[in-house]
């Protein structure tokens, strides 16, 4: 197998602002691996948070590539995982790559590589498993898709429901609130124009640990009474003990995000918190996403699949599983001004995998317009 690295540069359509900061844009690397004729692709963002600048990815993803040549085939590479420790966005990337040209040379799509839960409905068996409340109900050959969340940073409240009358009229029907500004009554405000102007909307709200414990049981309670469903990490990450307790309290679920990274930490929060957000570049790929659902079947906690801002083709692997979350709040690709590929939707509220094979995703520019 060959592997090869591009660089790109992916600005948002607006900078999004969170509490702990500001971005208006990220780079992004994409590995391609080349076998037989036919190629996957996967992609890594870099994230200020996650200690991941171009530099490291580069080279990261080249050692990466480069172990990949030792196996004889892309199947084998994805049954023994990339050789040495390597940051989870770096393994997620290259086990896309590997799962989309699996699929490619298999002829099915990720989704099935993967036994998605939408994948196992047949035409005999209309509905199949019952979808998660918020997920989409299995379309076509049973592709997996869902209603996925759409974000507004802190901006004045005024531009806040602008932009969710926006996102209502285009069919989002969730819309997630970015909080935590030294002001409270000012993410309050924002929350009260959203639930006017689109008022059949399911609210979630991220502080991104910005509460102390003595705020958030204040503002937990405030926030119940507007009608939001849930709040992602209120509290400062690093003790995910205060984060059980106040959940244990909490008039709405409480979902980790920040102290849900691993494996380990999701094990530690098991039943203890409403919801784990689990972003394949933080835990590790498809495949760990999918131990961390099994891990939380009937414990009481329940999978949110999120993401970070990247393309289309950053996003693809999560949503061929998106089926099996309880929140889907993957509009990374959405947030850019300028899409690079194409292929899982969104615009609409929806996000769908397809059923060609591979990740069924395609770069836009023109001159590379084929799947493969």
Known sequence: MKATLRTVRLTLAEPLRISRSTMAARNAVWLTVEHEGLTGHGEA????????NTTELERQLYEAGLALGRFG????????GPAGERPPAVTAAVEAALLDLCGKRS?????????AKSARTTPSTPGGASAPEGAGAPEGAGAPSARTARTIGIVPAERAAEQARSLADSGFTVIKVKAGTPDPEDDLDRIRAIASAAPRAR????????WTSTQALQLLLRYAELGVEAVEQPLAPGNPQALARLAQRSPLPLIADEDAVTYEDVRRLAGRVHGVNVKLAKCGGPYEALRIAELIEGSGTELMLGC??????GLAP??????RAR??????????????????????????????????????????????
């Open 107 to 115: 002829g099915v799509p990720v989704h099935r590589l993967l036994d």
């Open 327 to 372: 929140w889907a709040d993957l509009d990374g690709h959405l947030l850019l001004a300028d899409d690079p590929w194409t292929g899982i939707g969104g615009a609409d509220g929806v996000v769908r995998a397809s059923d060609l094979p591979g990740l069924g995703v395609r770069e836009r520019r023109v001159g590379r317009e084929d799947a493969a």
């Open 73 to 80: 085939d892309p199947e084998s590479a994805l049954r023994e």
């Open 308 to 313: 970070l801002t990247a393309s289309t083709l």
């Open 318 to 323: 999560a949503v061929h599983l998106a089926d």
């Open 45 to 52: 963002v870099t994230s200020v948070y996650y200690g991941l």
């Open 203 to 210: 609210l979630l709200l991220d502080p991104n640990g910005a």
